[in-house]
């Protein structure tokens, strides 16, 4: 089973920032955080990561709680092809990833 | 480019037949792993490898097997035993198995269905 919380299905108007929340309340010291996107028909795609600190990439932002029982990852400007299934998933290593129903995120003009 | 190749994008197989599904990667990675997705459902791991020659049952390995004798190759044979195959399978390969600061990478998946 998966480790996170989610929310089914979320709106966010194009070009304003999209923030996807993620409950993991029973995360473990040494477990990061993962975020992916799923496209339609396609394989997921790598967004970002990070273990206790805020990380920033060219796609997104993840923001971590302090004592780790949340995140948010942050799409800055939206755009209508950001519209995709967003799964967060806590791991420890790569052969225990968990990915649950995540988050469909729709991003309307 | 690197990247993940999966073949073929879309596969039919009667009832009772084996198929294998083809995965490479030029990426270099140690790890290599093979996930089902049902609609509208997350990911469900199948079988791993962390090097060559050796490979690991996941959750869902009942009706599957697999082979990694090449380090670019992990293809995934799925059995008349799985009773249903209907899915899309995804490959996906990292650098280091064991550590937890290496995303994964994924292939744009196989479609199985069953005729």
């Known amino acids: 089973d998966a480790k996170t919380t989610q929310p089914p299905s979320m709106d966010c108007a194009e070009g304003r920032a999209a923030n996807l929340p993620c409950n993991h309340s029973?995360?473990?010291?040494?477990?990061?955080v993962y975020w992916y996107r799923q496209i339609h028909s396609q394989g997921p795609q790598y967004i970002i990561h990070?273990?206790?600190n805020n990380e920033t990439n060219e796609m997104a932002s993840l923001i971590i709680t302090e004592d780790r029982k949340s995140s948010t990852l942050i799409l800055p400007h939206a755009t209508l092809r950001d519209t995709a299934v967003y799964y967060c998933?806590?791991?420890?290593?790569?052969?225990?990833?968990?990915f649950g129903a995540g988050t469909r995120l729709t991003v309307k003009p | 480019d690197g990247g993940i190749t999966q073949s073929p994008k879309y596969l039919f197989r009667k009832e009772g037949q084996n198929v294998t599904l083809s995965c490479e990667q030029n990426?270099?990675?140690?790890?290599m792993y093979w996930y089902r997705q049902d609609p509208g459902q997350g990911l469900r791991l199948i079988y791993y490898?962390?090097?060559?020659?050796?490979?690991q049952k996941g959750d869902i390995a009942e009706g599957y097997s697999v082979s990694r004798e090449k380090k670019e190759s992990f293809p995934l044979t799925v059995t008349s035993a799985q009773k249903n195959p209907t899915a899309f399978y995804l490959c996906?390969?990292?650098?280091?198995?064991?550590?937890?600061?290496?995303?994964?990478?994924f292939g744009d998946g196989t479609r199985l269905s069953i005729l």
């Open positions: 990070g273990l206790k």
């Open positions: 490898s962390q090097i060559v020659n050796d490979f």
């Open positions: 996906a390969s990292s650098i280091d198995p064991s550590g937890g600061n290496q995303p994964q990478h």
């Open positions: 029973t995360i473990s010291g040494n477990e990061y």
């Open positions: 990426l270099n990675h140690d790890a």
């Open positions: 998933i806590v791991s420890y290593n790569n052969n225990d990833m968990r």
